[in-house]
């Protein structure tokens, strides 16, 4: 069964900068798309940005001029990049791994890791 586990969640301090990592195992890394989450208290889970098996990135709304999604399939791992956080960024992030075109697999998420930003 696969695996996806988050790390790179702390407290930090309004514009501060925070990288996020998802490492993945016992899967094919590298023909799933993957997807970064977030849920913050009493609101529904969100999209927070999307890369492709091609490196094709996605970002909804406004989310791409603060957030930066990235992959290294030698690794295994995917990353968020988050820059001039702001106290609303404050939420459990969640990665999800999703099969590509054409590949039959499970979908998985990870267990999240908490992110709070202090004003």
């Known amino acids: 069964q696969g695996q996806l586990v988050e790390s790179g969640g702390g407290l930090v301090q309004s514009g501060g900068s925070l990288r996020l990592s998802c490492k993945a195992s016992?899967?094919?890394?590298?023909?799933?798309?993957i997807d970064w989450y977030r849920q913050a208290p009493m609101k529904e889970r969100e999209l927070v940005a999307t890369i492709t098996t091609e490196l094709k990135t996605n970002y909804p709304g406004s989310l791409k001029d603060r957030f930066t999604i990235s992959r290294d399939n030698v690794k295994d791992t995917a990353y968020l990049q988050s820059n001039n956080l702001k106290s609303e960024d404050t939420a459990v992030y969640y990665c999800?791994?999703?099969?590509?075109?054409?590949?039959?697999?499970?979908?998985?998420w990870g267990q999240g890791t908490q992110v709070t930003v202090s004003s």
């Open positions: 016992r899967f094919t890394f590298s023909r799933y798309y």
């Open positions: 999800h791994a999703r099969p590509g075109p054409g590949y039959d697999g499970n979908v998985y």
